[in-house]
């Protein structure tokens, strides 16, 4: 008989969230410091300058700000998991009857919902507990060194784009080639997220473009009402 197998993109979603959400970031954060500067009419080496600085910086922050929101998420775990297993210590069999009961709410009868809770606390009731009473599974735990890892190098990969445009761009055309590249990477970050995720593609990529662009429109706007002429 031929095996049924699936393939299911739940486990990516840690990674995944961290990784877009840094390449995101640093395409569009830096890319709008770099409009904004260029359209306050900065001096060419201001603006590059600028990209540079807006890299290093939002490289840090995510890293930090990831590394603190994921840790924070993995104590709050570790402090449900450890009030879990007291409760388990102290009253077994209670746990074993709210066990059924959660059973019971997603379509058991008594006596089904009765026999599974006791298999699976027979097995490993902490974990049983963890993931059907707390909603705690293995792909959903809070790796904050990943997270911290993923996010500063997709937001540095991500902002070393329009930082490399201002480099190479004609210093005239330097505001066009910003805006089409980094609105371009985006689009295209969108979709292979969208896809990695088994999510449909084209919404993923109209949501990025269209956030995206407000983004650096309103940046590139700021830049131009606050400049000074060359």
């Not at 997603?106 to 809770?117: I, N, P, S, T, W």
Request: net charge negative.
């Amino acid at each position: 008989m031929k095996r049924h197998n699936e393939v299911h993109r739940i486990d990516a979603i840690g990674w995944l969230r961290a990784a877009v959400l840094g390449a995101n970031d640093g395409i569009i954060s830096t890319a709008s410091l770099v409009l904004g500067v260029a359209t306050a009419h900065a001096a060419h080496p201001n603006i590059v300058l600028t990209g540079i600085a807006g890299l290093v910086a939002g490289t840090m922050s995510m890293a930090t700000g990831e590394y603190v929101s994921v840790h924070s998420q993995a104590d709050t775990e570790k402090a449900a998991l450890s009030q879990e297993q007291a409760e388990l210590n102290a009253d077994f069999h209670g746990e074993h009857r709210e066990l059924t009961g959660i059973y019971m709410k997603r379509g058991l009868d008594h006596a089904l919902a009765q026999q599974v809770a006791e298999k699976l606390m027979a097995h490993d009731a902490l974990a049983a507990h963890a993931r059907d009473e707390l909603g705690i599974t293995s792909a959903m735990t809070a790796r904050p060194l990943q997270a911290a890892l993923a996010s500063a190098c997709s937001f540095a990969i991500g902002a070393a784009l329009p930082l490399a445009v201002v480099m190479v761009a004609p210093e005239s055309q330097v505001i066009a080639w910003v805006a089409v590249s980094a609105l371009v990477s985006l689009a295209v970050l969108g979709g292979l997220a969208a896809k990695t995720g088994g999510a449909k593609v084209l919404p993923g990529v109209v949501r990025v473009f269209f956030w995206s662009s407000l983004a650096m429109g309103v940046t590139a706007g700021v830049g131009a009402l606050f400049g000074v002429a060359a």
